[in-house]
DNA sequence: TTCGCCATGTAATAGGTTACATGATTGC
DNA sequence: GCAATCATGTAACCTATTACATGGCGAA
């Protein structure tokens, strides 16, 4: 039972497993590709290494499908969820975000700002365009935390197309 | 000689080097602080390591001072200006930035909201101020890049902003 | 002159990414 | 019946973070 540091990835898996009851490292895949991975994606590699890693400490309980792939299940112990839920309401440091953007770094440095606010421009609109399908599919569900995150989602993207749009020349078209 | 992959840091310190001169891994702490930080912070180790690799790559060129605490003294070479600019002319893949906010995950997977928005408002309207000062200090400047990033930065902080207030039942001040 | 912080670094660890690999399924 | 893609994983590497350490210098 080793102690281990409990990283953004692991609070995303143990998450994603208080709701799913039981998965394994495939299922996780298709939860975050729906989902949290909007926000914050993962390798799939991670989601075989990090349930591994969490059951080692106690967190998970690992078993195998007996016949065919012999997969791997996981599923979330009683130490799993204290941890997670205490996660949930504690304090969170002062940390901000950062932008992080390789476009927006080559800009700092000098690059002509065109080429780059056309690509990033399209870039933005269509994911833009993704998540408010995404809301359509979400209204009336009573999933208020993915749709809040969502919201701050589309009011990003609305922000670098504000952003890139005024740096391509163009008038932002306010989609 | 040897081969290596060149990451956003490494970026970051072949820019600052195409400015700088010359600079020790101290210098180069205190120029990321001073700026492209806001956007894409590093870890001071990591400015002693990298120009390090870089260096082993050929991409600069390491001194030592003689005297006192004989520092090392990173200049940019030949093929490490080249390698940069041609970065910076490149054309860019289409990953765009993530999120990546600890409150927004927490508030994803269920957290009540109340209490993280506060927090989260506090920090942002103190960044947003600063960004703001620096704005100041920084019009009438040529700086262009930094100027237009400095944009950005101040956009999404507004846009936290307003997510953040909604979320904290207060109106959004617009400041 | 001593305390404390700024300056300057090294070493170990680990988390994450990249590369590789292969067994099932499904569509044609 | 074969190709392509989905599903499932392992291993190596390496970047980035954490922890540790010490010399100078300014202030009190």
């Given at each position: 039972m080793k102690d281990i540091r409990l990283t953004p990835t692991s609070y995303i898996v143990l998450g994603l497993l208080m709701q799913a009851g039981e998965a394994t490292p495939y299922d996780?895949?298709?939860m975050v590709a729906g989902g949290i991975g909007n926000l914050w994606s993962l390798q799939h590699t991670?989601?075989?290494?990090?349930?591994?890693r969490l059951a080692g400490a106690g967190y998970l309980t690992e078993t195998r499908e007996d016949g065919g792939r012999r997969r791997k299940l996981y599923s979330i112990t009683p130490a799993g969820r204290d941890t997670f839920r205490a996660?949930?309401?504690?304090e969170l440091g002062s940390e901000l975000p950062e932008?992080?953007?390789i476009g927006l770094l080559k800009?700092?440095?000098?690059?002509?700002p065109r080429p780059i606010a056309i690509g990033q421009l399209r870039a933005h609109r269509e994911k833009l365009r993704e998540y408010q399908e995404l809301e359509q599919a979400l209204s009336g569900t009573e999933l208020a935390g993915p749709v809040s995150t969502l919201?701050?989602?589309i009011g990003h993207e609305r922000e670098w197309i504000r952003y890139w749009a005024d740096?391509?020349?163009e008038d932002d078209d306010h989609t």
């Open positions: 996780l895949k298709a991670q989601l075989y290494a990090e349930p591994e996660w949930l309401s504690a932008l992080r953007d800009v700092f440095f000098g690059a002509d919201g701050a989602g740096l391509a020349g």
